[in-house]
T-cell receptor, first 110, second 114 residues
Framework: QKEVEQNSGPLSVPEGAIASLNCTYS??????FFWYRQYSGKSPELIMS????GDKEDGRFTAQLNKASQYVSLLIRDSQPSDSATYLC??????????FGKGTSLLVTP | ETGVTQSPTHLIKTRGQQVTLRCSSQSGHNTVSWYQQALGQGPQFIFQ???????GRGNFPPRFSGLQFPNYSSELNVNALELDDSALYLC?????????????FGPGTRLTVL
């Protein structure tokens, strides 16, 4: 079973700080990687996708991919209380499914 | 908003019953995937449909079945409900020709099996 692993947290950061969320995956065939945000009781919302090694920035969010280390991360700059949520990392699996981790709970404290 | 809708929002069933959950994808999205999310877990892939044909299936028993219709709507059917089927059921649509393209989730259906 190909796995996506995340630290379940909670990760607590003060408002205005950088939150760093990490994810490892075991399927070396995975080509596409995604970060979703999920508020309690809601459905996952796409934040970022990344396909190539290196960094990809979108506003306060930066995704980082290292295929050699099978490692994906998400940085959230200037964290806000509204960023408090569960962050799900996903990789493509078998060419059609998304394989999700269990998610990391982020708490941004005022 | 993703433009993906699901009905009903909540559902309560008893063990052994059958249930049908519905999803309406974004217009132009020919691929729909269904996921089951148990409490405290990430979504687990059930199956994917592309142009009304099953395109791939996860590790779920045959009592989980689906249909996709030409009007961008789809269904997830679960027979012989078990207590462990209690979960949030999510559909996700994508514009690609099948595959693990960027997927946009609907709001989900919360199923409780008593």
């Amino acid at each position: 079973q190909k796995e996506v692993e995340q630290n379940s947290g909670p990760l607590s950061v003060p408002e205005g700080a950088i939150a760093s969320l990490n994810c490892t995956y075991s399927d070396r065939g995975s080509q596409s990687f995604f970060w979703y945000r999920q508020y309690s009781g809601k459905s996952p919302e796409l934040i970022m996708s990344i396909y190539s090694n290196g960094d990809k920035e979108d506003g306060r969010f930066t995704a980082q991919l290292n295929k050699a280390s099978q490692y994906v991360s998400l940085l959230i700059r200037d964290s806000q209380p509204s960023d408090s949520a569960t962050y799900l990392c996903a990789s493509d699996h078998s060419g059609y499914a998304l394989n999700f981790g269990k998610g990391t709970s982020l708490l941004v404290t005022p | 908003e993703t433009g993906v809708t699901q009905s009903p929002t909540h559902l309560i069933k008893t063990r052994g019953q059958q249930v049908t959950l519905r999803c309406s994808s974004q217009s132009g999205h020919n691929t729909v995937s269904w996921y089951q999310q148990a409490l405290g877990q990430g979504p687990q892939f059930i199956f994917q449909y592309y142009r009304e044909e099953e395109n791939g299936r996860g590790n779920f028993p045959p009592r989980f079945s689906g249909l996709q219709f030409p009007n961008y709507s789809s269904e997830l059917n679960v027979n012989a409900l078990e207590l462990d089927d209690s979960a949030l059921y999510l559909c996700a649509s994508s514009p690609g020709q099948g595959g693990a393209d960027t997927q946009y989730f609907g709001p989900g259906t919360r199923l409780t099996v008593l």
